[in-house]
Every structure is written in C-alpha cells, then in structure tokens.
T-cell receptor, first 112, second 113 residues
Framework: GQQVMQIPQYQHVQEGEDFTTYCNSS?????IQWYKQRPGGHPVFLIQ?????EVKKQKRLTFQFGEAKKNSSLHITATQTTDVGTYFC????????????FGKGTHLIIQP | DGGITQSPKYLFRKEGQNVTLSCEQN?????MYWYRQDPGQGLRLIYY???????QKGDIAEGYSVSREKKESFPLTVTSAQKNPTAFYLC????????????FGSGTQLSVL
C-alpha cells in the first residue's frame, strides 16, 4: 500500500531560525495536504498542493510539491513561538475517501 | 458556528467493556472519518463513511465498529476485542469524500483502567 515518509521526527530550533520538514511518497500522488497540530489540539488544514512543481506561500510558510508529485516540503522562515506544534503531510493517491495517507509528523520545538 | 463536536474529551474503559465515542458535525458534509493517533505514529484511518447507512473499513478497523444513521452523526464503538485501545481518537469530515481537505474535531483521549 501507499506509504508516506516524513522527516525529521523532531526538530529543535532557536526562535528566529528556519525550519523545514520533508515528505516522500512511495507512489505518485494526485495531491498533498499539510496540517498543523498544536500541543493538546487537533490537526488543522494548512494547504493543498495539486500541480507538479507547485510552490505556495502563506506568510512565513513555503510549501513545495515535487516535479514527480512524490515529495513535498514545508519551510518556515524565522520561526516564532506560535509555530510550535506537529506538522503532518497527507498524501492523496486519488483513490477516494480512503486515499489520504498521513506521514508520522514532525514535532517542532522552539527554544526562546 | 459550524464545526465538528466530539465527546467526551476523556474516556476510561474497563477491561471487557465496550465504549462509544460521539462525533457530530453541522457542516453538511457527506463524508466522515475516524482516525486513531498514537505517539509517534501519525494518524491511522479506522473507518470512513461517504453516505448515510454506508461505511467502509480503514487500515485498522479490527476491534472497532461504527454506524451512520444520520448525516450529522458518526459514532465509534471501541469493543472489548480491541486489546490496545489507549489512544487519541479524532473524528473528521470532508465535503464529499473525494480526497479534499479534512476538518477535525477536538478529539477524545481513551485510556484503559
């Protein structure tokens, strides 16, 4: 079955440093979604990427979808304490409601 | 405010007991899902439903059961057959179930006494 690998599992940064998390799928994806889960909270949708090579920005967050539509990344510039949480990618194989496979997430820990 | 409501927030299960987790949505979404979250494991799909009175097993359905008698409601029963039920359970919904974005409830933490 489809597998989505996400690295790193944990990332400690000083406030103000940049942060990147990477996702790799074993199969070609129809789209990829990113979610953020704050400590003690629930996942909240951030963005969906659909096109090969697509790049989208949300303020300090930059999302990329690879040319082969099998990998993606999320980059945060100049982290702030509000960025703390776990970032999940979710790859959609296009198979319908059960086609979304989540990565294990990257826990972002920020030291002031 | 539209959204997904899960209850209870915390639940304790005794050995041999079935427990039911509630999930209600007022987003008028067709599709609803149940995910299990364990530390370091990400989210794993238990069951999903795209239409009333119909549901399908996800990757880890053993020991769980669901019903979808109303569009708004998708309760999950953790049966005594689930030997390792301690986890954070998340209910989600989406517009049609075609792989679009998910809206999550606030979750239920289930623990075994």
């Amino acid at each position: 079955g489809q597998q989505v690998m996400q690295i790193p599992q944990y990332q400690h940064v000083q406030e103000g440093e940049d942060f990147t998390t990477y996702c790799n799928s074993s199969t070609t994806l129809s789209n990829i979604q990113w979610y953020k889960q704050r400590p003690g909270g629930h996942p909240v949708f951030l963005i969906q990427l659909v096109k090969s090579g697509e790049v989208k920005k949300q303020k300090r967050l930059t999302f990329q979808f690879g040319e082969a539509k099998k990998n993606s990344s999320l980059h945060i510039t100049a982290t702030q304490t509000t960025d703390v949480g776990t970032y999940f990618c979710a790859g959609n194989s296009g198979g319908g409601a059960d086609g979304l496979t989540f990565g294990k997430g990257t826990h972002l820990i920020i030291q002031p | 405010d539209g959204g997904i409501t899960q209850s209870p927030k915390y639940l304790f299960r005794k050995e041999g007991q079935n427990v039911t987790l509630s999930c209600e949505q007022n987003l008028n979404h067709d599709a609803m899902y149940w995910y299990r979250q364990d530390p370091g494991q990400g989210l794993r799909l238990i069951y999903y439903s795209q239409i009333v009175n119909d549901f399908q097993k996800g990757d880890i359905a053993e020991g769980y059961s669901v019903s979808r008698e109303k569009k708004e409601s998708f309760p999950l029963t953790v049966t005594s057959a689930q030997k390792n039920p301690t986890a954070f359970y998340l209910c989600a919904s989406s517009q049609t179930g075609g792989g679009e974005k998910l809206f999550f409830g606030s979750g239920t933490q289930l623990s075994v006494l």
